[in-house]
């Protein structure tokens, strides 16, 4: 029985498709809102960033589709290729990248531009579900923590060199889904005093880190702390039910690029707490999902996956409403298929394809 | 491999971990958006709203009898915006023809670059409405308020005019601006980042509050014909200037005060010399300080015979002299060792003092000041207000200039007892004068008698002004009316007197410093009627050309503005003039 049940594709997780489908809905109608003043200024068109979401979208839709539709242990084989070709995605975005913002983070396909880091998140994902699974006997020894932690560390450098928030990501998923696949705890704790001690050195080393902690203290102080200074305007303004979906003031320019990482300080503004908590619950429910997923997952490698899916999406959602909200020094993080970027929105929706898969298979 | 329930509960752990971190985010959402929700939202509307002022109609001043001499006019400024003219020919070509401009001119403004250029400021309102009209593209007609004195000379130098602000710059303008300026009002837009102002937000507005109304004592009419005569004297003996003040010495009120020439309050920074003669800026300033200069209020002069009225009114106050006490003048008087001359050169002879003060004779204020002396003199000049100012309600009153009391000898004695040797001015003597000779009370001269609400026309305050302290006995006042009657009905102010009323007046022909510069200042001052005076009047004549004497050419000045006011005033005449 529970062989042929491995192997027949059993039934969707529909409470798992209801919230994608909220967030991707939700996602562009508050991206239309908050890139419309900007699609106009700066394009002429208001409509500009929401055409360009919305494509970005439905093939990411058909992508979700055709992963949840195949048999996910179909990547077990493709891992290890997954792995090389992000690695060579992210020298050739060194090599030949556009500078967007002063950082090289697109690769550029004729009319489509790409951004490597996001294929990496998703390919690293499953690289290390496997490579764990497979090393998971001696996963409590520390040799195996190295080996496994070397395979991740070239991609983790090659994206941290130019877009140091989603290396923290990279890295952040691979120490929880070698926490999961391991049986013990002291050593992540060490793991967390050395990863702590590094934070330091790596901060104390650039004096513009540390600037960052000084604005983060007091961003009405600094002029950098002006990106911070107007997301919590945003946010304040808000107030219990906001001013209404479409009437914020601050995404009219006040929030610099306003559709981009700073998001949810819109969605606060015009849909007030009552709106930006839904919102956060939505994540809540979509993590727990994962989480649910996971534990019921009939392998290692499914629960591993999911694991990862989740680790990805608590760390950037958790990341991005603490930095708009001012509780950590600001750090570039978009929020999941809100934030506008199309190959973030098509990666996402990819991964939850895989998740859809574990959750069926 | 196996999902172990060990990878299990640490995944679990993980999800408890978000669970933990997200339910603290949204605490942290709460605090924001509940507990510091009013501080940044306050802090936002701040960054979004733009504040433009509406200004406030200034208030008006008008005259005793509710006629307006400064009002407001509504004027336009018309600009134009670069980026929004859709066809800059047809707006240079009209704009030109209704502006009266060159073409050149609104060519280069419409040509430039820039979100706005100012084409012409200070267009009349009804050439502002046809621009509007037109309905061009690009063009911007703005209406704003503009200060406006209907009768342009008129009282110059003491109705003041404004600045840029609408703000008082000299004059009653200044004294007055807390009641005239009213409160600006506001409109509040909200703007995006680039300040442009959101069409579909509802601009906040403040509605301007208008300034007050200000009635002074002035009275049109006077202020008029007085300014004429001014006028009129000036020309004919080629005089400097001409100084004209009338004043009810009862109560202060000041109805007339003319400072010839005066300037064109509409343009106050134009010379009223005419000419536009090339000169540098802070040459141009001091000029136009000079021009709009009060010389009434501003300025000291020597008093001359004018003030034997005051030296007269100490000594018949302090009982040194009788109205009948002898005295001979032989032309002049020796003090200490100088020989001091009465105006006549031969002398007056054997006089009364009566007849002394007729005369204006010279060596009898002497003697009678001698009489008095120095200390005597100082206390009655103190007691009669001479030394403070007068409280006048215009800015920048001079002070009286005045010997220290222990430097006062023999010589300088005897020539502040005729009046000279130390200075006052106009409006010192006229205010002194005339609480000499109303029964005996000081009076503050002033212009301002209430505010009056513009919009109900109710009145708001009136301005007190208290009758001083007696400063000399009814008897001595009493004498003083019927001595100073008698200058003008048979001695040396004859040129005031009008058949059928009573007048009391002083001449004085005073020699201005330096004394070898002979240049003289004539003047009169009358009263009416003597014995129950209604009105004072003041005539002035700096550097008259030819005849100079105060008796001759100022008071025949007087006469004819008594001659129209007294009966204008409803002063009826009683018959009995010269005796």
């Known amino acids: 029985m529970e062989q042929e049940e491995r192997r027949s594709q059993g039934k969707t997780d529909k409470v798992l498709l209801v ?254 707490l009552v709106g930006a908590s839904f919102i956060v619950i939505l994540f809540l429910l979509l993590i727990w999902r994962f989480f649910v997923i996971s534990t019921h997952a009939k392998d290692l490698f499914g629960a591993l996956i999911a694991a990862g899916a989740m680790a990805h999406m608590m760390i950037q959602v958790i990341l991005n409403i603490a930095v708009v909200t001012n509780t950590i020094p600001n750090t570039g993080i978009t929020l999941p298929f809100i934030s506008y970027g199309g190959t973030s929105v098509v990666f996402l929706l990819v991964e939850m394809g895989l998740v859809f898969s574990v959750a069926s298979w | 491999m196996k999902n172990k329930t060990y990878n299990k509960r640490k995944i679990c752990i993980v999800f ?225 200037k001409v100084a004209i003040l009338l004043m009810n010495p009862q109560n202060g009120e000041i109805l007339a005060m003319v400072n010839y020439p005066e300037f064109n309050l509409n343009e106050p920074f134009e010379l009223n010399t005419g000419g536009d003669v090339q000169m540098d800026d802070e040459k141009k300033q001091e000029l136009l300080n000079q021009m709009w200069r009060n010389g009434c209020i501003n300025d000291t002069y020597e008093p001359g015979s004018v003030f034997k009225i005051i030296t007269a009114s100490a000594s018949l106050e302090e009982g040194v002299v009788e109205t009948d006490d002898q005295f001979f003048c032989p032309g002049y008087k020796i003090v200490e060792d100088r020989r001091i001359r009465c105006h006549k050169a031969g002398g007056h002879g054997s006089e009364t003092f009566v007849q002394g003060v007729q005369n204006s004779c010279n060596p009898v204020f002497m003697e009678v000041g001698q009489r008095l002396g120095s200390e005597r003199f100082c206390d009655y000049f103190e007691q009669f207000g001479l030394m403070e100012k007068t409280g006048v309600d215009l800015p920048g009153e001079a002070g009286t200039i005045m010997h220290r009391r222990e430097d006062i000898g023999e010589v300088e004695l005897a020539t502040m007892s005729f009046g000279q040797s130390f200075q006052v001015t106009p409006i010192q003597m006229a205010a002194t004068v005339s609480s000499l000779i109303n029964g005996g009370k000081r009076i503050t001269p002033h212009f301002g008698m209430e505010v009056k609400s513009a919009e109900t026309g109710k009145t708001i305050k009136e301005f007190p002004y208290k009758k001083e302290e007696r400063i000399v006995s009814e008897e001595t006042c009493e004498t003083m009316q019927k001595i100073l009657e008698s200058v003008v009905s048979e001695g040396s102010g004859k040129n005031g007197y009008i058949e059928g009323y009573k007048i009391g007046g002083k001449t004085a022909t005073s020699q201005t410093l330096p004394r070898s510069a002979n240049k003289y200042i004539s003047s009169f001052l009358g009263f009416a009627p003597a014995d129950d005076p209604q009105v004072l009047g003041m005539c002035i004549i700096y550097n008259p050309q030819g005849i100079y004497y105060g008796g001759t050419i100022a008071a025949p000045v007087m006469r004819q503005i008594f001659d129209a006011v007294l009966p204008y005033l409803g002063i009826e005449k009683t018959g009995n003039g010269r005796k």
């Open chain 2, 16 to 240: 408890a971990l978000a669970v933990i971190m997200i339910v603290g985010l949204i605490g942290r959402l709460c605090y924001l958006m509940i507990f510091e929700a009013e501080y940044y939202q306050k802090k936002a509307e701040a960054l979004h709203e733009r504040e433009r002022d509406i200004k406030a109609a200034r208030g008006e001043i008008v005259d005793r009898n509710g006629k307006v001499l400064a009002t407001n006019r509504t004027v336009c400024t018309v600009s134009v915006i670069h980026s929004q003219i859709k066809e800059p020919e047809k707006v240079i070509k009209l704009l030109s023809d209704t502006l009266g401009m060159e073409e050149k001119e609104v060519r280069k403004r419409v040509e430039k670059v820039s979100s706005m250029e100012r084409v012409k400021t200070n267009v009349d309102k009804e050439t502002g409405d046809k621009i509007r009209e037109m309905e061009l593209e690009g063009v911007k007609v703005d209406e704003d308020f503009k200060r406006y004195y209907p009768y342009e000379e008129l009282a110059s130098k003491v109705l003041g005019f404004t600045g840029g602000d609408n703000q008082g710059i000299i004059g009653l303008e200044v004294k007055y601006e807390d009641y005239l300026k009213g409160e600006n009002g506001k409109i509040l837009a909200t703007t995006d980042a680039r300040g442009i102002e959101l069409p579909d937000i509802a601009e906040d507005r403040i509605e301007p509050r208008a300034g007050n109304t200000l009635r002074i004592s002035l009275d049109y009419n006077i202020q008029e014909y007085a300014q004429q005569m001014a006028q009129k004297v000036m020309e004919e003996k080629q005089a400097d």
């Open chain 1, 19 to 272: 919230i994608v489908f909220l967030l991707v809905i939700t996602g562009l109608v508050i991206l239309y809102s908050t890139s419309a003043y900007n699609g106009k200024t700066k394009f002429g068109d208001s409509f500009y960033y929401l055409k360009k979401q919305l494509f970005a979208t439905s093939l990411g839709l058909a992508g979700m589709y055709a992963v949840a539709k195949t048999d996910y242990h179909m990547w077990e084989k493709l891992a290890v290729p997954a792995y090389i070709g992000a690695v060579l995605l992210c020298v050739a975005v060194m090599l030949v990248g556009d500078e967007y913002n002063g950082s090289k983070r697109w690769l550029s396909l004729g009319p489509f531009s790409f951004q490597p880091s996001e294929y990496a998140k998703i390919a690293l994902i499953i690289f290390l579900s496997w490579i764990v699974t497979k090393n998971v006997k001696k996963i409590g020894k520390l040799g195996t923590l190295l080996k496994i932690m070397l395979w991740v560390l070239p991609v983790v450098g090659l994206v941290g060199a130019s877009n140091l928030s989603t290396a923290v990501i990279i890295l952040g998923i691979a120490v929880i889904l070698i926490f999961a696949a391991s049986p013990k705890y002291a050593q992540f704790v060490w793991m967390a005093v050395l990863g702590c001690g590094f934070m330091g050195i790596f901060l104390a080393l650039e004096s513009y880190r540390l600037e960052r902690i000084a604005i983060w203290q007091n961003p009405e102080k600094y002029e950098k702390g002006y990106q911070t200074l107007q997301g919590l305007y945003a946010i304040g303004s808000g107030g219990l039910f906001g001013k209404g979906l479409g009437s914020s003031i601050q995404k009219l320019g006040f929030v610099p690029e306003a559709q981009n990482d700073m998001i949810f300080s819109i969605i606060c503004e015009e849909l007030g």
